[in-house]
């Protein structure tokens, strides 16, 4: 888009002489009315234009087409404010007079991103299709950037570490990230750490030999082996001992493994993914996991943001919640307006997972067909304060300086041992049907029982 006919003339010749299909407009209200009819990939405007001027159609621009790469076409003497443009969301700028060589490349490049966010967009669309990806739903920008380095990182071979706070959606990000990888038509074997004993755990891995140990009758491959030419999820990889460490590493560095009781190796070919909800580096300082092993697993990184980080996303996964539920039920419900608000003002210390629960609890109880607040019972303590913006808790005032606020670590491990000791009070000695409501494994209660000084009514904590 360029107010100098000759110069736009002159600029669409040399672009369609390429093979592109270019659309030519005068001024920057005709500019917005052809990108409102959709299909424009590419916007080449000029900076000094009036009425409206370069930056002015940059921002109008992006608000019709959110995915449209523009290049700015500038003076030699605007160079800042074809910076200021780049910051503003422009994707390059030329100089005038540009050579062709310049301009066809600058062109090339800004195409080809759009290629790749089409592909992103497509690919995310796929993850919540074919494999229910309910932490993946949402159009927040923490949702967009995981997807977008996801993707990338699914199709090359190297180690992956996903990080993030229980109920986040880790093994769903590790199920996507094999799914589109060269390695989706070999196994996804998924391994949870905390859920083996530390005795058990390495047999698990690795397999053993016939009388390795009591117990094993017969000789077994273990899940190394299993997942050959696929892809090895390890969850909660922090729960592992440190000789157990020591053996993975091993196996990632010579891409072999030795099953208990067998001297011989066997060659295997595993893509790695593992995950944590713990604070890693944290975990390398105290020295209760090995840095060699980090430094090996964190080749890239996946961090799956905390629900409270993208509450825009609530309605969406509501919604993809309460759909799933109704598919199951033959008293379909809706979700009301009042009751997405209310959701909304929430904080979920249980994240996604939380959420689903919510929905599924609500959906099932309630009698109406259209879901209200009162459906949908919320920890009074896991509010967000509504005077700040969306998820962001309202800045202190002086008369706020008395009072001593409780540090995030803090705050999770209160609300851990709330619910713990909610479930234990419904149902005693019965662990199983405490760790079945809270949704994690019995080992992984037990631990947290243990590290937060909690008993089972009517009955003593053994260690």
């Known amino acids: 888009m360029d107010d100098q006919r000759n110069m736009r003339a002159t600029t669409a010749l040399l672009l369609r002489s390429e093979g592109y299909s270019v659309l030519e407009s005068a001024n920057g209200d005709e500019a917005l009315t052809t990108l409102s009819g959709g299909g424009v990939d590419l916007m080449l405007t000029d900076l000094k234009m009036e009425p409206m001027d370069g930056l002015t159609l940059l921002k109008k ?31 390059d700028y030329v100089t005038k007079p540009f050579k062709e060589g310049e301009l066809r490349y600058r062109v090339e490049r800004a195409l080809e991103r759009a290629r790749l966010q089409a592909t992103v967009d497509m690919l995310a669309g796929e993850f919540n299709e074919r494999h229910g990806l309910s ?11 995981l997807t977008s380095r996801l993707v990338r990182v699914a199709q090359s071979d190297a180690t992956v570490l996903v990080q993030g706070e229980s109920g986040t959606g880790k093994e769903l990000v590790a199920r996507a990230v094999h799914a589109h990888s060269r390695r989706k038509d ?8 905390a859920a083996i004993s530390e005795t058990l755990l390495e047999s698990e891995l690795f397999g053993h030999a016939k009388g390795a140990f009591t117990g094993a009758v017969r000789a077994r491959r273990g899940l190394v082996e299993e997942a050959d030419g696929g892809t090895l999820f390890i969850d909660e990889v922090t729960e592992t001992t ?20 067998e ?55 509501a919604k993809h919640f309460l759909e799933r ?68 808790p309202p800045a202190p005032t002086a008369t706020d300086t008395s009072v001593q606020m409780p540090t995030l670590a803090e705050a999770v491990e209160e609300a851990e041992r709330r619910a713990i000791a909610q479930a234990l009070e419904r149902h005693g000695m019965d662990l199983g049907r405490v760790a079945e409501e809270l949704a994690v494994s019995s080992t992984t209660l037990w631990r947290k029982m243990k590290r937060l000084n909690l008993r089972p009514l009517g009955g003593e904590h053994r260690d």
């Open 325 to 392: 539920a109704n598919a199951r039920s033959p008293n379909p419900k809706r979700l009301s307006a009042a009751a997405v608000e209310h959701l909304m003002g929430y904080s979920f210390p249980g994240n996604v997972r939380e959420l689903e629960n919510l929905v599924e609890q609500a959906a099932a109880l309630a009698e109406s067909e259209e879901l209200l607040p009162e459906d949908f019972p919320l920890r009074p303590s896991a509010r967000v304060a509504a005077s700040g913006p969306l998820g962001t």
């Open 61 to 91: 621009a992006l608000e019709v087409a959110p995915r449209l790469q523009v290049i700015m076409m500038t003076a030699f003497g605007s160079i800042e404010s074809a910076v200021e443009a780049m910051r503003q969301g422009a994707f």
């Open 135 to 145: 932490a993946l739903v949402g159009g927040s920008p923490a949702m967009r950037e």
């Open 242 to 261: 440190p000789a157990f460490q020591s053996k993975l590493l091993r196996t990632l560095q010579d891409g072999e493994v030795r099953r208990v009781g």
């Open 263 to 317: 001297s011989t190796p066997v060659k295997v070919d595993v893509r790695i993914v593992a995950a944590t909800n713990r604070d890693i580096e944290l975990e390398v300082q105290e020295k209760r996991f090995r840095q060699d092993l980090y430094y090996r697993l964190n080749v890239v990184t996946l961090r799956v943001p905390p629900l409270r980080e993208r509450l825009e996303d609530v309605p969406a996964l």
């Open 186 to 193: 070999k196994a996804f074997v998924p391994v949870n750490c």
